[in-house]
């Protein structure tokens, strides 16, 4: 028998599984945890305590739009921090924190790697570099528009 | 008429810029204008105030033009640029800019130069040729040349890379791996997605001839989840270098072997030291793992593994085409070959500058990044990411090498250089360090789980009342101590050089009075 075989075991393929099923639902389901622990060999507890420890897994939904600001250094080098504030008073909400109607979810990042192109955010996923609030604002407003 | 060939990067931050509304633009006017062009996708030049920098081929010579917005694309048109006309966003030849003629590219030779993902383009840019060496010779060999090279790791902690595969070459037979580290955690860096994005295949090179000389026939490419941009790149990369026999079971005909994996990261900053990365891939919570035993004899899998950096990896076949002495030519004392530095912060010019070790942040900051973008005076530059010191602008003349900055009590780290004007606030900064230890503190131990939680508070009560601000920094201090002293890894361990020299050199910050004020009172 080769190493390779004796020595991946299932347990290996959980966060590719984790980020498909998050990448499916926007989060990981409570209930899928158990077939989660059974597919790779590991108990829920286990299953539970690698979704925490990665920023990355939610087990709650995400609002419809995901707004993640960069509160590393390079951003806050060139205004970062008044983009950061102006996006918890615009749109009320706490670091991590989903809105109640659903509408919006609003992250914290550290780093996005466009530090050249600071201050960085992602909406949805999609990287822009050079925003300032009323940029910020103008993004959102087509967010709202689709 | 031949059609002619433009450029507009396909890199992520170029894309952030509205690279895509560009290209757009573009294709609308010359479907109006009835023209037929070929637009190539390259990675980024790393001259980023510029971007997005679009590219005419001119009778073979690329004229450059930038920052381009949508709006410009029609008088650009008119201008004649597909001629090289001239026009206020004219930047002339690309290679004749001085941000990119006082570089000395090696690492990032093709980098903006070629189609990111053509093959053939790799091949008629010298890439493959280290490769072709490296498949003549034995493993020692190799693993000669590259000690040669005097290559040090370029992840942070600068270990010599010859040492390191040496160690795994020796371990015996059986499975081995090599790991890329593509975590690229530390602010104020990117040159590993520079690189992945605009020349993926010098990655997968540098990857496959460390497999030969240390014995493995397996790779894993530890990708942050931050980096979609760079995992569609390399998924495609990998699967043509499978497809084109460079990799899989008969390395351009050569009967060797190797498998190449990408792996997906999940937002976990410690993840980027190797023992978590690991722990990672194997599908764990990404605790740090105490050393010994090291990772070259029992890495993934408990199999004796190379972790390295991407720009590492991505050193190995340029010095393997050109041979280590030629790359150690470069450089300053222990400190050999180049380093692409990553200018950030509040600078005019921020960017890619792949230069010798040796040159001083004044040259970079003022040289390369024009100063401060805001017009004020810079005030303080953090090197080397989240964990590097903080240099004040007395110390701008300290060169770049690895043994200068441990003396000066800085680091280089993965060469980041982030700057700030003089409205920053360094007593901030400092909480801002301690905050990011706390959230990214995988918790194993004390020092640095309770310690950095515990530092955010002393620098909360700093900040908000000035009397005791004595004593608190003498807490702080003993606190950051018992970091450096007591934790298991680097994020603990050097949380307290960005909170020690803020408050070394910046004391004012912190309300207190600096040392030479006290005694000239
Ligand atoms: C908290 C922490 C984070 C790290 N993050 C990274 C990273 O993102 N990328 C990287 O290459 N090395 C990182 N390192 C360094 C790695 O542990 C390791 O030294 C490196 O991958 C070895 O490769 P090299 O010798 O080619 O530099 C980190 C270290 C620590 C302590
Ligand atoms: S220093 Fe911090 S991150 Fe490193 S092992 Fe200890 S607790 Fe984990
Ligand atoms: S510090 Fe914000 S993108 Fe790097």
Same mark, same amino acid.
């Given at each position: 028998m080769s190493p390779e075989n004796s020595h991946t075991p299932a347990q290996a393929a959980l966060l590719p599984a984790l980020h498909a099923?998050?990448?499916?639902?926007? @989060?990981?389901p409570t209930q899928a945890i158990a077939q989660l622990a059974k597919d790779h060999n590991v108990s829920r507890a286990e299953v539970l305590g690698v979704i925490g420890f990665y920023h990355d897994f939610r087990l709650e939904p995400p609002g419809r739009t995901r707004l993640r600001i960069c509160r590393a250094e390079s951003c806050q080098a060139v205004g970062g921090e008044r983009l950061a504030e102006h996006a918890v008073e615009r749109l009320g909400l706490d670091w991590g924190a989903t809105s109640t109607d659903g509408r919006y979810t609003l992250e914290a990042a550290y780093c996005l790697g466009n530090c050249a192109c600071?201050?960085?955010?992602? &909406?949805?996923?999609?990287? @822009?570099?050079?925003?300032?609030? +009323?940029?910020?604002?103008? &993004? &959102?407003? +087509?967010?709202? +528009?689709? | 008429m031949m059609p002619i060939t433009l450029y507009i990067p396909g890199d992520a931050a170029v894309s952030s810029v509205g690279a895509a509304a560009v290209l757009a633009a573009v294709l609308t006017e010359a479907e109006r204008l009835d023209l037929s062009l070929t637009v190539v996708r390259n990675g980024s030049r790393g001259l980023y105030w510029l971007e997005p920098l679009v590219e005419i081929d001119v009778d073979g010579v690329r004229v450059a033009y930038g920052p381009v917005t949508p709006a410009d694309v029609p008088g650009l048109f008119a201008a004649g640029w597909l001629r090289g006309g001239a026009h206020p966003l004219r930047l002339g030849p690309t290679a004749e800019i001085p941000y990119l003629q006082g570089q000395t590219r090696l690492v990032f030779e093709r980098v903006g130069v070629t189609d990111p993902l053509a093959l053939a383009?790799? $091949?008629s840019h010298g890439g493959l040729a280290g490769l072709k060496k490296a498949l003549t010779l034995p493993a020692e060999a190799i693993i000669a040349e590259v000690e040669a090279s005097g290559l040090r790791g370029r992840g942070g902690a600068g270990f010599p890379t010859g040492i390191k595969w040496r160690t795994v070459h020796a371990a015996g037979a059986g499975q081995k791996y090599i790991v890329c580290n593509a975590d690229e955690g530390d602010s104020g860096t990117f040159s590993d997605r520079m690189l992945m994005e605009g020349d993926p295949y010098c990655l997968i090179e540098g990857m496959i001839i460390a497999g030969l000389a240390v014995g493995a026939d397996t790779g894993y490419i530890y990708l942050r989840s931050e980096y979609p941009d760079a995992w569609a790149v390399l998924d495609r990369a990998v699967a043509a270098a499978r497809h084109e026999g460079l990799l899989g079971a008969d390395i351009l005909g050569s009967g060797r072997r190797f498998e190449l994996h990408l792996f997906k990261g999940a937002g976990a900053y410690v993840c980027g030291e190797e023992t978590s990365l690991l722990e990672s891939i194997e599908g764990k919570r990404g605790l740090v793992r105490a050393k010994p035993p090291l990772p070259a004899l029992q890495g993934l899998f408990g199999r004796p593994t190379v972790v390295n950096n991407v720009v590492t990896l991505a050193s190995v076949p340029w010095i393997l085409a050109h041979g280590g002495?030629?790359?150690a030519s470069h450089g300053v004392g222990r400190s050999k070959g180049t380093l692409p530095f990553q200018l950030a912060g509040n600078l005019k010019h921020p960017g890619l500058v792949e230069v010798p070790f040796g040159i001083t942040l004044r040259e970079l900051l003022y040289g390369y990044g024009g100063g401060s973008a805001s017009g004020r005076p810079l005030r303080a530059v953090q090197v080397g990411g989240p964990l590097g010191a903080y240099v004040p602008v007395e110390r701008f003349d300290l060169p770049l090498d690895y043994e200068a900055f441990a003396a000066a009590g800085a680091s280089v780290g993965h060469g980041g250089i982030v700057a700030f004007d003089d409205t920053v606030d360094m007593a901030r900064m400092a909480r801002y360090a301690m905050h990011f230890c706390a959230e990214e503190s995988c918790g194993k131990c004390?020092?640095? $789980?309770?310690?950095?939680? $515990?530092?955010?508070?002393?620098?909360?009560?700093?900040?908000a009342q000035r009397a005791e601000r004595g004593n608190t920094a003498a807490l702080l201090r003993d606190l950051c101590q018992t970091m450096l002293e007591g934790s298991l890894c680097a994020l603990g361990g050097m949380t307290p050089y960005p909170v020690l020299s803020a408050l070394d050199h910046y004391p004012e910050d912190f309300g207190l009075v600096s040392e030479y004020e006290e005694r000239t009172e």
């Amino acid at each position: 028998m080769s190493p390779e075989n004796s020595h991946t075991p299932a347990q290996a393929a959980l966060l590719p599984a984790l980020h498909a099923m998050q990448d499916r639902h926007g @989060y990981i389901p409570t209930q899928a945890i158990a077939q989660l622990a059974k597919d790779h060999n590991v108990s829920r507890a286990e299953v539970l305590g690698v979704i925490g420890f990665y920023h990355d897994f939610r087990l709650e939904p995400p609002g419809r739009t995901r707004l993640r600001i960069c509160r590393a250094e390079s951003c806050q080098a060139v205004g970062g921090e008044r983009l950061a504030e102006h996006a918890v008073e615009r749109l009320g909400l706490d670091w991590g924190a989903t809105s109640t109607d659903g509408r919006y979810t609003l992250e914290a990042a550290y780093c996005l790697g466009n530090c050249a192109c600071s201050p960085a955010i992602t &909406l949805d996923g999609t990287l @822009y570099g050079r925003v300032d609030p +009323e940029r910020l604002d103008a &993004l &959102l407003a +087509e967010k709202d +528009e689709t | 008429m031949m059609p002619i060939t433009l450029y507009i990067p396909g890199d992520a931050a170029v894309s952030s810029v509205g690279a895509a509304a560009v290209l757009a633009a573009v294709l609308t006017e010359a479907e109006r204008l009835d023209l037929s062009l070929t637009v190539v996708r390259n990675g980024s030049r790393g001259l980023y105030w510029l971007e997005p920098l679009v590219e005419i081929d001119v009778d073979g010579v690329r004229v450059a033009y930038g920052p381009v917005t949508p709006a410009d694309v029609p008088g650009l048109f008119a201008a004649g640029w597909l001629r090289g006309g001239a026009h206020p966003l004219r930047l002339g030849p690309t290679a004749e800019i001085p941000y990119l003629q006082g570089q000395t590219r090696l690492v990032f030779e093709r980098v903006g130069v070629t189609d990111p993902l053509a093959l053939a383009d790799y $091949r008629s840019h010298g890439g493959l040729a280290g490769l072709k060496k490296a498949l003549t010779l034995p493993a020692e060999a190799i693993i000669a040349e590259v000690e040669a090279s005097g290559l040090r790791g370029r992840g942070g902690a600068g270990f010599p890379t010859g040492i390191k595969w040496r160690t795994v070459h020796a371990a015996g037979a059986g499975q081995k791996y090599i790991v890329c580290n593509a975590d690229e955690g530390d602010s104020g860096t990117f040159s590993d997605r520079m690189l992945m994005e605009g020349d993926p295949y010098c990655l997968i090179e540098g990857m496959i001839i460390a497999g030969l000389a240390v014995g493995a026939d397996t790779g894993y490419i530890y990708l942050r989840s931050e980096y979609p941009d760079a995992w569609a790149v390399l998924d495609r990369a990998v699967a043509a270098a499978r497809h084109e026999g460079l990799l899989g079971a008969d390395i351009l005909g050569s009967g060797r072997r190797f498998e190449l994996h990408l792996f997906k990261g999940a937002g976990a900053y410690v993840c980027g030291e190797e023992t978590s990365l690991l722990e990672s891939i194997e599908g764990k919570r990404g605790l740090v793992r105490a050393k010994p035993p090291l990772p070259a004899l029992q890495g993934l899998f408990g199999r004796p593994t190379v972790v390295n950096n991407v720009v590492t990896l991505a050193s190995v076949p340029w010095i393997l085409a050109h041979g280590g002495d030629a790359y150690a030519s470069h450089g300053v004392g222990r400190s050999k070959g180049t380093l692409p530095f990553q200018l950030a912060g509040n600078l005019k010019h921020p960017g890619l500058v792949e230069v010798p070790f040796g040159i001083t942040l004044r040259e970079l900051l003022y040289g390369y990044g024009g100063g401060s973008a805001s017009g004020r005076p810079l005030r303080a530059v953090q090197v080397g990411g989240p964990l590097g010191a903080y240099v004040p602008v007395e110390r701008f003349d300290l060169p770049l090498d690895y043994e200068a900055f441990a003396a000066a009590g800085a680091s280089v780290g993965h060469g980041g250089i982030v700057a700030f004007d003089d409205t920053v606030d360094m007593a901030r900064m400092a909480r801002y360090a301690m905050h990011f230890c706390a959230e990214e503190s995988c918790g194993k131990c004390t020092p640095c $789980r309770i310690g950095s939680q $515990r530092g955010v508070e002393l620098l909360d009560g700093m900040l908000a009342q000035r009397a005791e601000r004595g004593n608190t920094a003498a807490l702080l201090r003993d606190l950051c101590q018992t970091m450096l002293e007591g934790s298991l890894c680097a994020l603990g361990g050097m949380t307290p050089y960005p909170v020690l020299s803020a408050l070394d050199h910046y004391p004012e910050d912190f309300g207190l009075v600096s040392e030479y004020e006290e005694r000239t009172e």
